[in-house]
């Protein structure tokens, strides 16, 4: 057990000495948090820093009021404690099902993967249905997508254009200009989305590949419904996404897949100017090859 676990342990033991502790795993760690699994049936998560903070005290207001609107399980936190560091952590039963990870996808069959589509389309269209003012009372906020990327057009070039070479900024700069200059891409009735569905946030069945639930709701925003399709699109593939668009009713797949490829091109830069920012040239080197593929694979 790493020291950490310990520390993880003994606040626990502290705060609940209710929740009688016979076995402690590491489940997993993330850019913003770990987790640990007790007795093969409660998980508990820990903040790393203070954003990660803010996002599940965000978690904690509105997961209580989004679980009765949807059919797949998500955490219900059971117990609620703060660490030494003042930053809360959570515990949950643990969740049916096992986790498909970012890249399984392809490892289900055809007939699994459509039929997951389909029940991913309903989940999105569930929680985009969730009445946006409660999720503001839960303190959910909101994105203006125009501002949001006219700002990050700005960090871009005082920050990561000094890094490329000019057909990549060239090509930067065409996705920009290419969201910025459709108007049609600002006309949208706000609405909550989880906002960041990536395939490893998805429990599924192991026998039969049927979604049983889904975890990590700390990127909740209320902003473009679309915007929920990002990850789909860059971690599940072009095919996967339009096949969830188009159980979702989709008018034209084809133009909801061009939007949605452009934040991914932003996604690709948030995560070169998040390691930039931090020091991990790591982020910067990956983000930028990514950048550079999508590219040549554009062009």
């Not at 589509?117 to 969730?130: D, H, L, T």
């Amino acid at each position: 057990m790493r020291d950490q676990d310990r520390e993880f342990e003994r606040v626990i033991r502290n705060c609940f000495p209710e929740v009688e502790i016979h076995t402690m795993e590491w489940l997993g760690e993330g850019m913003r948090s770990t987790a640990l699994l007790i007795n093969d049936e409660w998980v508990f998560r820990f903040p790393k820093s203070l954003q990660a903070a803010d996002e599940l005290g965000k978690e904690i207001q509105l997961l209580p009021r989004l679980i009765p609107h949807v059919k797949a399980a998500i955490p219900e936190f059971v117990h609620v404690g703060k660490q030494d560091n003042g930053m809360p952590f959570v515990g949950y039963r643990k969740l049916p099902g096992q986790l498909l990870g970012e890249d399984e996808l392809p490892s289900l069959s055809d007939e699994a993967q459509n039929r997951l589509a389909a029940q991913i389309a309903v989940f999105m269209e569930e929680v985009s249905s969730f009445p946006v003012g409660w999720a503001r009372e839960a303190g959910v906020p909101e994105r203006c997508m125009k501002t949001d990327c006219i700002n990050l057009w700005t960090d871009v070039q005082e920050q990561v254009f000094p890094r490329l070479d000019e057909a990549l900024q060239r090509y930067i700069a065409s996705r920009f200009e290419s969201y910025l200059g459709n108007p049609d891409y600002f006309r949208y009735v706000p609405a909550l989305i989880h906002g960041d569905l990536s395939p490893d946030h998805f429990l599924i069945d192991p026998n039969t590949g049927d979604l049983t639930g889904i975890i990590d709701f700390g990127d909740a925003v209320v902003c473009d419904r679309d915007y929920d399709y990002v990850y789909l699109l860059e971690d599940g593939g072009e095919t996967f996404a339009r096949q969830v668009m188009i159980y979702r009713g989709v008018a034209d797949p084809d133009a909801c897949i061009r939007k949605v490829s452009l934040w991914v091109t932003f996604d690709q830069l948030r995560y070169v100017l998040e390691g930039n920012q931090t020091g991990n040239q790591d982020w910067v080197e990956e983000g930028i090859d990514l950048l550079r593929q999508e590219m040549e694979e554009q062009c």
